[in-house]
């Protein structure tokens, strides 16, 4: 299946390295629906993965400052695209995120697909704006993933992340594997899979647990000190308060797919990064 990634960046790379040749990764930046229709006619993929957005540098709260382009980047650029696919009658995957939901779901669980997100930060609204949106349309899936985590190290990793963090909250969360989320998004364009998929692998994890599986696998010396999510706005770490939540999928299973349980996952990663 010839495949087109929009979107140059960790994630889109991380896809394109494991599908070899059946993938074309576009660093082009795309503006307009014409743009994107010039792609697809240079490439004909059968399918379309966009891994391109804004997501802040040096991290997120780059975009509490910077509301246009990155309304532009993850609402405007995602409707875009879909509008030439739709054009083009191309399956498109787009990239979400799962930081649209924010603490307890209304009814107690964990936040599923059919639940409405209640996001805050820019970054998070801008992204939920183009996922109500996308989800209309058909011929279109969602894939919405969270705080990644991968066995090679980069600075959006989760692990490269807590390890250089002198000071850490201890906050529960669902999460995703790269390498089994590179594994379900082939899945998903391979079946031309349409709706809403939370590709997080199932269960929840503590910070806590990571550092100690950093600290039994990676680097025994490790040290970091623990404080309150409070402390974090308050000492100036972070603008806003971050996502936290626990989200399942109903909807991969819709399709047969199915992802690891986290501490199985996490404990494979932490190995294969240590090499
Ligand atoms: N990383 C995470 O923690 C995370 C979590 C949840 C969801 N996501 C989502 O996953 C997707 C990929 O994230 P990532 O971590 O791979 O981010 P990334 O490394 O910043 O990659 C995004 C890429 O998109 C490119 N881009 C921006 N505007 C574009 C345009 N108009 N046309 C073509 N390319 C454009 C960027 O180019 P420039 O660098 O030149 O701007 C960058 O190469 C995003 O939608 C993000 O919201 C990421």
């Not at 307890?104 to 639940?115: A, Y």
């Not at 939370?198 to 990571?210: A, D, F, L, R, Y």
Request: some cysteine; glycine content about 6%.
């Amino acid at each position: 299946m010839k495949i087109l990634i929009i979107g140059k960046g960790y994630l889109g790379t991380r896809c394109a390295e494991s599908w070899g040749d059946e993938v074309i990764l576009s660093d082009k930046i795309v503006k307009t629906v014409e743009d994107v229709e010039a792609l697809l006619a240079e490439h004909q993929p059968e399918a379309v993965l966009n891994a391109a957005g804004i997501v802040g540098k040096p991290n997120v709260d780059w975009c509490e400052t910077h509301q246009l382009e990155t309304i532009e980047g993850n609402t405007i650029l995602p409707i875009t695209i879909a509008q030439a696919c739709q054009n083009k009658n191309v399956y498109l995957l787009h990239m979400g995120t799962g930081c649209i939901f924010y603490g307890s779901s209304p009814h107690g669980g964990p936040w599923t697909e059919d639940d409405y997100g209640n996001p805050v930060a820019v970054y998070t609204r801008a992204k939920y704006a183009a996922d109500l949106i996308l989800a209309t349309l058909p011929n279109v899936g969602i894939a919405r993933i969270r705080m990644p985590i991968d066995y090679k190290s980069h600075p959006a990793n989760l692990i490269d992340k807590l390890a250089r963090y002198p000071k850490i909250v201890d906050v529960e969360n669902s999460v995703t594997i790269v390498e089994d989320m590179i594994a379900v998004f082939h899945q998903l364009l391979e079946k031309k899979a349409t709706g809403i998929f939370h590709v997080t692998n199932p269960g929840s994890i503590k910070h806590q647990e990571i550092i100690e599986l950093y600290e039994k696998y990676v680097d025994a010396s490790h040290h970091n000190e623990w404080i309150s999510e409070e402390d974090l706005v308050k000492i100036g770490l972070a603008d806003k308060k971050r996502s936290n939540n626990i989200m399942t999928s109903k909807n991969l299973a819709k399709y047969g797919i199915t992802m690891r349980p986290i501490l199985e996952a996490l404990e494979d990663t932490m190995k294969k990064y240590k090499k």
